[in-house]
């Protein structure tokens, strides 16, 4: 059974920085990619980064200059590191993977950005 969960998120002041960890169980990391996607209140989920499972990271227009996605094949666990976040950056944070064609979610970490 694939388990993820998502720890590090908090509460911050716009401008600084936060990093998040997922640590995935009953799958490797390096077999199949993962990534991360948030939902902000009233809207609907949208992806950050993923990692493929060579270590590639891509990332979504709007994060890409401001995060980085890695991983740690031996903890099968990845990470996001935020950085100068924006108030709009304020959501659920949630880690992902599609394992045989079956999505797999984490229960979410929250992410708020104060001004």
């Known amino acids: 059974q694939v388990r993820l969960v998502e720890s590090g998120g908090g509460l911050v002041h716009a401008g600084e920085s936060l990093g998040l960890s997922c640590v995935a169980s009953g799958m490797s990391i390096n077999v199949w990619g993962m990534g991360w996607y948030r939902q902000a209140p009233g809207k609907e989920r949208e992806w950050v980064a993923v990692?493929?499972?060579?270590?590639?990271?891509y990332y979504s227009e709007a994060m890409k200059d401001r995060c980085t996605i890695s991983r740690d094949v031996a903890k099968n666990e990845i990470y996001l590191q935020m950085d100068s976040l924006e108030l709009e950056d304020t959501a659920v944070y949630y880690c992902?993977?599609?394992?045989?064609?079956?999505?797999?979610w984490g229960q979410g970490t929250q992410v708020t950005v104060s001004s």
């Open positions: 990692i493929d499972s060579r270590g590639r990271p």
């Open positions: 992902n993977t599609a394992v045989d064609g079956n999505m797999f």
